[in-house]
C-alpha cells in the first residue's frame, strides 16, 4: 500500500478519505476490481427494476392517452346524424391462437370523415391497414390461418400514436357494406376524454401492496450487494490501520469503497434501464406491450433513487464494521459477541401491525378511500421486521443445531461463526415470500368478489358462433355444415333468433319498435332452450314468462294471432292454433332465453333476412387449431360474426392482470434475489478457497463439500420461509380483515411461494458448484 | 533412522516435470520415499518443492513422469481413488495449519476420520487422543480463531496423524511459528511419526527444521538432488 496517511480531520479530509477507499477499489488488483464490479451489478439490477417500477404510471398513462384517443365506443352518447364528417364503424375484434386483435371496419359517410390516430387516411374499401405486429404476424406462416380472414391487400402500417403498444394485434379495414344501426355505428370523431378505468379501493390496496412487495427485497437485495467483497476489503483496512490510518479515517475509507461501488452501481443501473427499456418492446404479455419511450420515471423518484442508493450503501458499510475490529495486524470478527436484540426486531413488525389495526373492516368496494400512506408504511415495517427478525432466528436456531454428517457439520459451524452473510443474503427472499404469501392470501380472500360465474355450461357447448341481425336464413345451412367439416368439432346445433311484433306496432321516437323474439330451430335444439314433454317438427311454444326479463316485453302473441317477423324487413305470420306452453332453461351460453319457439316446420327460415343466429359447437379442445378454422368459417358471413368460447367463470380482467403481475413480479424478484444469494455465495466461496484446496488435500468428498454448500444456503433460507409464513400470514390476515373478508388460508398459494423460494435455493446451489468444483482444484493449495 | 532396507519404496516420484503456464516448477525431478523413514526436501523459494509434495500426494498430477505408491501409479488412478488414498493413507500438515475456522479443534481432528465414515463419537475419541499426545488437549472446545499458532500447528499435527496414515505430508509445518513453537511443533511431529510407523515428507527451507529429517532432498530449479544425512 502506498501512500501517506496524514490528513488534517477536515472536509479536505473526509474527501481524500473518501477518494482513496475509492482508488483501493481499482489498485487493489484484479480480485478486488471484480467484487466491486459484482456489486455494482447486484446494485445495478435493483435500480434498474427499482427504475422501472418509478416508469409505470407514466407507462400506464402513455398508453391509456393513446387508446382514450383512439376511442370509438361512445356508449350512452346519441348518435350524431348522417353527414360529410360521418363515418360508420363496426367493431371486428377477433382472437388468434389466443391473442386479442382489435379490428375495425370504416366506412366514411362523408368526405371529411375523421381519420383514426395512427392512420393519415382511411382505407379505401377492401383496403386493409394493420398494426406493424399483425403485419409480421401475416407475413410468417404461424399467421397462415389468420390470413384467410384478412385476406385483403395490406395498403399500409398503423402508426404507433393509434396502438396501445408495438406488439399489439390491430387493423383497420375500409368497407362500403356496413348499414348505419345493424352492422356499423356512426360517429363524428375518435378519442373520448379518457378510459381510464379507476381502481376500487380493494385493487388500490393490492396494487399498492404489490409495489411495497416487490420493490421492498430490492433494496434489501441492494444492502446486501453493497457488502459483497466484504472480508477483502475488510484485510485491505487492516494493511491501511498499519500504516497509520486511525478508526474513523478506517470508516470514510471504507465507505469511500462502498460509495464507488454505489455510484457504479448507479452508472450499471441507468445501463441495465436503458437496455431493458429497448428490450421491453419486443416482448408481449397477456396482450400488454410496451413502447419503450412510455417507459419514463418520475423524476423526483429517480432523484431519490440517486441520493438514497449510495446513502444505503455508506450505511450499510458502516454497519458492518460494527461487528469487526480493524487491528493493524488484521481483522477481528466479533463472531461470538453479544447475542442479538430481540426487542427493536420485534417493534418493527408490531408497530406495522399498530398501524394496520385502525383500517380493519375500513376498506371496501364502495368506494370510500383510506390512507395510504398508512397503509404503505404498515406493510412496510410488517416485511421490514422479517429481514430485521432473520438474523437473530438463524442466529439463535443455529446455535442450538449440532451433530450430522461433516457437511451438514461444516454447514453450521459456518453459520455458527457467520450466520450474519447468509442471513443478509436470504432476508430479501424470506421479505418477497412474506409479502407474496399475504397477497396471495388477500387475493384467495376478495376473488370472490371479482371472479364470477359467468353462468355459461361448457358441458353442452365449449364455442358460440353470435351473429347478431347479420344472417339471412338461406345462409345458415351451408355455415351449419362448414362449421361441422371443421377437424375437431363434434356437434353443431343453435337457433335463428328475429323479431317478432303484432302487425301495426309503432315504432317508438329512437326507432325501437316493442317486440318480442321467435327463435327458430329443430326440436333437439329447442330442448336445449326449454323443458319439452314432446316436439314434433311443425310445433310451436310460447314460453312461460320468465319475471323480470318479460316484464318491459310486450304480451306474446296468441294462437291464431297475426303477426310480422324482422325489423327493417318483415315477413308475416300466423300463430299456430297448436302452441303450446313451455318452461325455458338457461342455453349453453347461459342465456334464459324468452319469446316464442318455433321448429322449421312453423316457421321456415330460409325465408327470412336479417336473423340472428345463436349457433353452440361441442368441440375437442385437443385439437389446436380448431377454434381458428371455426373463425374462419364464419368469417364469409361477415365481420360481424363473432367467435366466442365459453367459459363457467370469468374474471374482472384487472383483477386478472394484478394477480398474474404479480406472480411475474415475485418470480422476476425472487430471480433477482436467487442471483445475489449466487454471487454471495461465490463470494464465500472464493473467501475459503484455499481452505476448500486444504480440505481436498486431504481427501474430502466433492459430494461432502457440494452438500456443505447446500445446507449453508438451505438452513437460512428454511429459517426466511418459516419467518416468512408466519409474518406473510399475519400480514394476509390483518389485510383481509382491513376488506373484511374472513381469514382464507391460501394453501396452495403459499406451497407456491415457498416452492418458488426452494427452487431458488437449489438453483443457487446448482449455479454455485461449477464455481465449487473449480476452487476445489489443488492449485488453490500454490503459493508461489 | 530408519534403514531403508525394503526392496520397494512406499512412494517414488520418477522423472516428474510439471509446468505452470510457462514457468517449470519441476523439470525431472525424482524422488523415493521408504516406510517410516522422514525426508526432508529443501529448496529455496520457487524451486518447486512444494509442487514436489503435491505431486507425491496426488494432489496434483504431475505432465510427465510418474508417481508410485505401494506399486500403483497415482496418475492412474481416478480422482475419487486419489481422494481416497489421501483420506486413507496420507496425511497433510499446512505452513498456516490451515484449519477449518468454524469448527473446533476437536472438531478438526475428528474430521479426517468422520470423512471416512467412522461415527461421530469414535471419531471425536480418536481426535481427544491425539490432541492429549500433542499436548493440546486443553483447547478441545475451542475454534482455530481463538488459539495460538504454535497450538494450532499441533492441532494440525495431530489432524495429520489421526487416520494413522503411512505417509505425512508437512509443507513448511513450522514457517508461520517463532523458534520455540517450532521446534516443539516438529518434536511433537517427528516423534508421533516415528511412534506411528509413518513416513515424513518434509518439505521445509530451514536447515534447523531439515536437521529433524533422515535424508535431505535439495530441489533446485526443479530437479532434485539427494543428501544423506549423518545420522542423528
Not at chain 1, 361512445?74 to 391462437?97: K, M, S
Not at chain 1, 421492498?216 to 437485495?221: G, S
Not at chain 1, 449510495?310 to 480493524?326: C, F, H, K, S, W
Not at chain 1, 306474446?556 to 292454433?577: K, M, N
Request: charge should be neutral.
Amino acid at each position: 500500500m502506498s501512500g501517506r496517511i496524514d490528513r488534517q480531520q477536515t472536509g479536505t479530509g473526509w474527501i481524500a478519505d473518501l477518494a482513496l477507499g475509492a482508488r483501493l477499489v481499482f489498485t487493489g488488483g484484479r480480485n478486488g476490481l471484480v467484487r466491486t464490479l459484482m456489486a455494482a451489478i447486484g446494485v445495478g439490477l435493483g435500480v434498474a427494476l427499482l427504475l422501472g417500477g418509478t416508469s409505470i404510471s407514466t407507462m400506464l398513462g402513455a398508453r391509456d392517452d393513446r387508446t382514450a384517443a383512439r376511442d370509438d365506443q361512445f356508449i350512452g352518447a346519441p348518435e350524431p346524424p348522417p353527414g360529410d364528417r360521418t363515418l360508420l364503424v363496426a367493431n371486428v375484434d377477433t382472437e388468434y391462437h389466443e391473442r386479442g386483435i382489435r379490428g375495425r371496419m370504416l366506412q366514411p359517410e362523408g368526405t371529411r370523415a375523421p381519420v383514426p390516430p395512427g392512420l393519415t387516411a382511411l382505407p379505401r374499401p377492401g383496403e386493409l391497414f394493420v398494426s406493424p405486429a399483425l403485419g409480421r404476424l401475416l407475413a410468417t406462416g404461424e399467421g397462415a390461418l389468420l390470413g384467410h380472414r384478412l385476406a385483403q391487400p395490406v395498403a399500409g402500417t398503423i402508426g404507433a400514436e393509434g396502438l396501445s403498444g408495438p406488439g399489439e394485434y390491430a387493423f383497420y379495414l375500409g368497407t362500403d357494406q356496413l348499414e348505419p344501426g345493424v352492422t356499423g355505428v356512426r360517429i363524428d370523431h375518435f378519442g373520448s376524454d379518457s378510459t381510464r378505468e379507476g381502481l376500487d379501493p380493494v385493487l388500490l390496496l393490492l396494487v399498492l401492496i404489490i409495489f411495497v412487495v416487490l420493490l421492498l427485497p430490492i433494496a434489501v437485495f441492494i444492502a446486501a450487494a453493497a457488502r459483497f467483497g466484504g472480508e477483502n476489503r475488510d484485510r485491505r483496512l487492516a494493511a491501511l490501520r498499519l500504516v497509520g490510518a486511525d478508526g474513523v479515517m478506517t470508516r470514510r475509507i471504507a465507505a469511500g469503497e462502498a460509495l464507488l461501488g454505489a455510484v457504479l452501481g448507479l452508472a450499471f443501473g441507468a445501463l441495465f434501464f436503458l437496455i431493458g427499456r429497448q428490450l421491453v418492446e419486443g416482448i408481449t404479455l397477456w396482450d400488454i406491450s410496451v413502447y419503450a419511450r412510455d417507459i419514463r420515471p418520475s423524476p423526483a423518484l429517480a432523484a431519490l433513487i440517486a441520493l438514497v442508493v449510495p446513502g444505503t450503501a455508506i450505511v450499510v458499510a458502516q454497519l458492518a464494521l460494527r461487528r469487526v475490529v480493524i487491528e493493524p495486524l488484521g481483522v477481528v470478527r466479533r463472531s461470538t459477541g453479544r447475542r442479538r436484540r430481540l426487542w427493536w426486531r420485534l417493534a418493527l413488525p408490531i408497530g406495522g401491525l399498530v398501524l394496520l389495526l385502525p383500517l380493519l373492516g375500513g376498506i371496501d368496494q364502495t368506494g370510500r378511500t383510506f390512507n395510504e400512506a398508512q397503509v404503505i408504511t404498515g406493510v412496510v415495517l410488517l416485511l421490514v421486521g422479517v429481514a430485521a427478525l432473520l438474523p437473530w432466528l438463524v442466529e439463535a436456531v443455529v446455535r442450538r443445531l449440532h451433530g450430522g454428517s461433516v457437511s451438514w457439520q461444516l454447514a453450521i459451524r459456518r453459520l455458527q461463526l457467520d450466520s450474519e452473510t447468509s442471513a443478509r443474503l436470504v432476508s430479501g427472499v424470506a421479505v418477497a415470500v412474506a409479502g407474496g404469501i399475504a397477497l396471495q392470501m388477500l387475493f384467495s380472500g376478495i376473488q370472490h368478489n371479482y371472479v364470477l360465474s359467468s353462468g355459461q355450461d361448457v358441458d353442452r357447448a365449449q364455442v358460440a358462433v353470435i351473429g347478431n341481425r347479420i344472417v339471412d336464413g338461406v345462409d345458415v345451412g351451408p355455415l351449419n355444415e362448414r362449421l361441422r367439416a371443421v377437424p375437431g368439432v363434434r356437434h353443431v346445433f343453435g337457433t335463428l333468433d328475429t323479431d317478432l311484433a303484432a302487425v301495426g306496432t309503432p315504432r317508438e321516437a329512437d326507432g325501437y319498435r316493442p317486440s318480442n323474439a321467435l327463435r327458430i330451430g329443430d326440436c333437439a335444439v329447442l330442448r336445449e332452450l326449454a323443458t319439452l314433454d314432446t316436439c314434433t317438427d311443425g310445433d310451436v311454444f310460447a314460453l312461460a314468462g320468465n319475471g323480470e326479463e318479460n316484464a318491459n316485453l310486450p304480451p306474446l302473441p296468441t294462437a291464431g294471432q297475426r303477426v310480422e317477423l324482422g325489423d327493417r324487413t318483415v315477413t308475416g305470420w300466423t300463430v299456430p292454433a297448436g302452441i303450446r306452453t313451455a318452461t325455458a332453461r338457461p342455453d349453453p351460453i347461459g342465456r334464459e332465453v324468452t319469446g316464442i319457439l318455433a321448429t322449421p316446420g312453423a316457421v321456415e327460415p330460409g325465408r327470412l333476412a336479417g336473423l340472428s343466429a345463436f349457433i353452440y359447437l361441442a368441440v375437442d379442445r385437443s385439437q389446436p387449431e380448431t377454434l381458428e378454422l371455426i373463425r374462419n368459417a364464419v368469417t364469409t358471413l361477415g365481420p360481424g360474426m363473432q367467435v366466442q368460447t365459453l367459459d363457467a367463470t370469468y374474471r374482472v380482467n384487472r383483477f386478472t392482470q394484478i394477480r398474474r403481475g404479480l406472480f411475474i413480479g415475485v418470480l422476476a424478484t425472487l430471480l433477482l434475489l436467487g442471483a445475489s444469494l449466487l454471487v454471495g455465495t461465490l463470494e464465500q466461496l472464493r473467501e475459503r478457497r484455499r481452505m476448500l484446496a486444504v480440505l481436498v488435500a486431504f481427501g474430502t468428498r466433492r459430494s461432502t463439500l457440494s452438500w456443505s454448500v447446500l445446507w449453508q444456503t438451505a438452513v437460512p433460507i428454511l429459517l426466511g420461509l418459516v419467518l416468512a409464513i408466519v409474518i406473510g400470514t399475519a400480514l394476509g390476515t390483518t389485510l383481509l380483515a382491513m376488506v373484511g373478508e374472513p381469514l382464507h388460508l391460501d394453501w396452495p398459494g403459499l406451497a407456491g411461494m415457498s416452492g418458488i423460494a426452494a427452487a431458488v435455493v437449489l438453483l443457487v446451489t446448482a449455479f454455485s458448484l461449477p464455481a465449487l468444483w473449480r476452487l476445489l482444484r489443488p492449485n488453490g493449495l500454490r503459493t508461489e | 533412522m530408519t534403514e531403508p532396507t525394503e526392496k520397494q519404496p512406499l512412494l517414488a516420484g520418477i522423472e516428474l516435470h510439471k509446468t505452470y503456464g510457462s514457468t517449470p516448477a519441476l523439470d525431472g525431478a525424482t524422488l523415493r520415499i521408504w516406510a517410516g523413514e522422514i525426508v526432508a526436501v529443501m529448496g529455496a523459494s520457487g524451486s518447486g518443492k512444494s509442487t514436489l509434495l503435491h505431486c507425491l500426494a496426488g494432489i496434483v498430477r504431475p505432465d510427465a513422469g510418474e508417481v508410485r505408491y505401494r506399486d500403483r501409479e497415482l496418475s492412474a488412478m481416478s480422482d475419487a481413488e486419489r481422494s481416497a488414498l489421501r483420506r486413507g493413507e496420507f496425511g497433510f500438515v499446512f505452513q498456516f495449519g490451515q484449519l477449518v475456522p468454524e469448527l473446533t479443534c476437536l472438531e478438526n481432528v475428528a474430521l479426517p476420520l468422520r470423512l471416512d465414515r467412522v461415527r461421530r463419537r469414535e471419531a471425536e475419541r480418536r481426535a481427544a487422543e491425539w490432541l492429549t499426545r500433542l499436548e493440546v488437549d486443553d483447547v478441545a472446545g475451542q475454534r482455530p480463531g481463538e488459539i495460538s499458532g504454535g497450538q494450532g500447528q499441533r492441532v494440525a499435527v495431530a489432524r495429520a496423524l489421526v487416520t494413522a496414515p503411512r505417509v505425512v505430508f508437512a509443507d513448511e509445518p513450522t514457517g508461520a511459528l517463532d523458534s520455540l513453537n517450532g521446534e516443539q511443533v516438529m518434536r511433537l511431529l517427528t516423534e508421533a511419526a516415528r511412534q506411528a510407523g509413518a513416513a515424513v515428507v518434509l518439505v521445509t527451507h530451514e536447515p534447523r527444521v531439515a536437521a529433524y529429517a533422515d535424508r535431505e532432498i535439495v530441489v533446485r530449479d526443479g530437479r532434485t538432488r539427494e543428501t544423506v544425512l549423518a545420522p542423528r
